[in-house]
């Protein structure tokens, strides 16, 4: 199982790039499961799944964290033997068999941090990844910065795709990202530089990114992205193939090539 976590800066395309990919993969046979960790939930809607479906846990009532292993004293790591049942009301079936997870959001003005749930996030991939081999990929799509990688969520992942516009304040954040993502140890670190609409700005955006060329990866500007985005499809059933959705099969293919 290979966990991949997307990053960037606000708007640059992070839902976009990953709920494309996922139904790509899971239309190829891979067992995909996406952990939407960004408090603005865009991930469902991206899915074609409406927010008022999902169950996030954000609002558990159902002691996951205790079972998790976050439980304290007494409570460590008891339960775990119904831990799956108790996943069950959180997981959301999209189109071509892709899983979602919802961590939530902040319920109301004052209602404090999200420490609490990014970590129950991260004792969930952690419990994921040491049980049974059920899923292929665990895509999580993160809120905009890079402060999942303060809270080490990231750590012991296989890629972290930092999605960056080839813009000077985008590709700052991204070069952040990257280091931040290097120092948690994980495997790989690519970049995917997106709404790229001139060669030029391609190229300003590799030199200033200083990486291997197989560490950057281009998704160009295409305006069938925003036209899918209206109608609330996916760029994928918006038929007639585009030229971003050619460009994310290209991160697919690079993906399946090394992992
Ligand atoms: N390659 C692209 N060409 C044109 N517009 C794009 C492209 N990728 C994403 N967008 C648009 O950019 C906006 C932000 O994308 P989104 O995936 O929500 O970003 P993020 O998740 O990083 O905040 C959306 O309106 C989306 O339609
Ligand atoms: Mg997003």
């Given at each position: 199982?290979?966990?991949i ?12 790039i ?28 991206s ?19 205790e ?33 979602l ?23 969930l ?5 040491s ?24 750590s ?27 120092d948690?140890?994980?495997k ?13 700005d ?32 996916l ?25």
């Amino acid at each position: 199982m290979k966990r991949i976590i997307f990053t960037g800066k606000g708007g640059v395309g992070k839902t976009t790039i990953l709920s494309n990919l996922a139904r790509l993969l899971a239309r190829d046979g891979y067992r995909v499961l996406v952990i939407d960790c960004d408090p603005s939930m865009n991930l469902a809607m991206s899915l074609g799944i409406p927010i008022s479906e999902v169950v996030s846990l954000a609002g558990d009532k159902s002691h996951l964290q205790e079972k998790l292993g976050g439980g304290v004293g007494e409570h460590a790591n008891h339960g775990l033997e119904d831990t799956d049942d108790s996943l069950e009301e959180f997981i959301v079936q999209a189109c071509d068999g892709v899983k979602l997870i919802v961590m939530g959001t902040i319920p109301f003005g004052g209602a404090g941090c999200l420490c609490a749930p990014i970590s129950l996030v991260k004792l969930l991939v952690n419990y994921l990844a040491s049980g049974p081999d059920e899923n292929d990929f665990i895509f999580v799509d993160s809120q905009a910065g890079v402060e999942i990688f303060g809270r080490g969520l990231a750590s012991e992942f296989d890629i972290s795709f930092v999605i960056t516009e080839p813009t000077p304040k985008s590709l700052e954040v991204a070069k952040h990202g990257l280091r931040l993502a290097k120092d948690l140890g994980v495997k790989r670190q690519i970049a995917i530089v997106n709404k790229v609409e001139l060669e030029e700005d391609l190229s300003c955006a590799v030199q200033e990114l200083n990486l291997f060329a197989d560490q950057i990866l281009s998704v160009g500007y295409d305006r069938s992205v925003i036209e899918a985005d209206k109608k609330g499809a996916l760029l994928l059933d918006n038929v007639p193939w585009t030229s971003a959705l050619s460009d994310i099969l290209r991160i697919k293919k690079c993906m399946l090539g090394d992992v």
